[in-house]
Each structure stands twice: as C-alpha cells, then as structure tokens.
C-alpha cells in the first residue's frame, strides 16, 4: 500500500517550477528524506535531463517503493539507505534536495545534514532545501507557530528552525544562498550553491 502525504501533494507544483530553473544545468540529484516518494514520482519525469536519486531510512523504503513502482520513470532510482546518523558511502551529486526534513530531526542532525552535504555535494552544485523557517527568531504565521508546538509536543529537540542558523552552517558548508523563495502556506524553498 502507498502511504500518502497530503502536504506532498498540494506542494509539487510550486517545488517542481523552481527546480526546472535551479537544476536545468544538474546530470544527478541526491533527493535526502525521500519519505512516501510522491516528489520523487512527481519530479523526475518533469526532468528528464538528470537522474533523480531518492533516499531516506530503511523503515521508510517499502512505503517508498509502492510509489516508484506504481510510477516507473528511466531516470528515477531506488531509495539509497541514507540515515543523518551514519557516514555516507555514496558518490558526490551535482545538487541535493530536501523537504520538510530539517524541522523533524534534532539540532544535531540538522548539522550533520550541512556536514554531509559538504562531502558529497559538487562544487558549483546546488542545494534545495524546502520547508517553514522563522526569521529573527519569530514564526511568519501563526499557523507554523501551531505547528511548531505540535512538533515539540512529540520531540522537544524537533522544530521550525531560524533561517539565520541555516545560513550559518551553509557558509560553513561552502554554500552560498542564492535565493530564498516564497512558497504557499507559509513555506520557503532556500536555494544554495557551493562554491
């Protein structure tokens, strides 16, 4: 059975727009936390110049499959048992994708997330990263201060993290933004590149 996320689905199309412009120079995309599936399907049909490489734990990847088999694309790959935990015997990429991964895991992980990437990203290669933010320290919506509550209620560790604080590890990462763009429902897709 496929598991299905609804904020997936409502989110593809915003995602997909900007990645056609921040990807249209990539040959492969390393997606981390690649969760039901349902941008990978999305994803890499609509781009069909680059191979679309998901990933996530292994707990997820049985879900994950239902997807990629019930929407077969040449270009579209096997999840890759990646956990933020664990070193990374994996190639490098010319870009990394990532959504809604970096408020669900604890600060620690956050940094590994920006350490990883580091090692496995091409230099001139982007990184995606889509989610909610706050900015100064302050929720932009009421809705995400909800929602971020509701994150802690279930792990104190977990959270909307501060757009300054990614930025930080960024840097130290060899990343530089190069757009924060506006997304529906209070969300942002931060666009990175490594120099």
């Known amino acids: 059975m496929q598991p299905y996320s609804k904020a ?14 921040a990807f249209s120079n990539v040959s492969n995309v390393l997606e981390i936390g690649s969760g039901s599936g349902q941008h990978a399907v999305h994803f890499a049909p609509a781009l069909p110049h680059l191979v679309w490489q998901t990933s996530d734990v292994v707990i997820n990847h ?24 664990d070193e990374w015997q994996i190639a ?21 997330f920006f350490d990883k990437t580091a090692k496995h990203l091409n230099v001139g290669g982007k990184l995606c990263i889509y989610g909610p933010f706050n900015y100064a320290g302050k929720f932009t919506s009421e809705s995400n201060a909800e ?11 977990c959270g ?17 933004l190069v757009k924060d763009h506006e997304m529906p429902a209070n969300n942002r897709l931060l666009e990175f590149i490594k120099g």
């Open 92 to 112: 490098r990429y010319d870009a990394i994708f990532s959504a809604n991964t970096l408020h669900i895991v604890n600060q620690s992980l956050v940094t590994s």
């Open 160 to 176: 909307i993290r501060d757009f300054e604080w990614i930025c930080e590890l960024a840097n130290e990462a060899q990343l530089e």
């Open 8 to 21: 997936c689905e409502n989110n593809k199309e915003p995602i997909l727009a900007i990645l056609k412009s």
């Open 62 to 85: 049985q879900g994950m499959m239902a997807w990629l088999n019930a929407f077969p694309a040449d270009n579209l790959l096997p999840p890759l048992p990646l956990d933020l935990n």
């Open 147 to 157: 929602f971020d509550n509701w994150l802690k209620i279930k792990s104190p560790e």
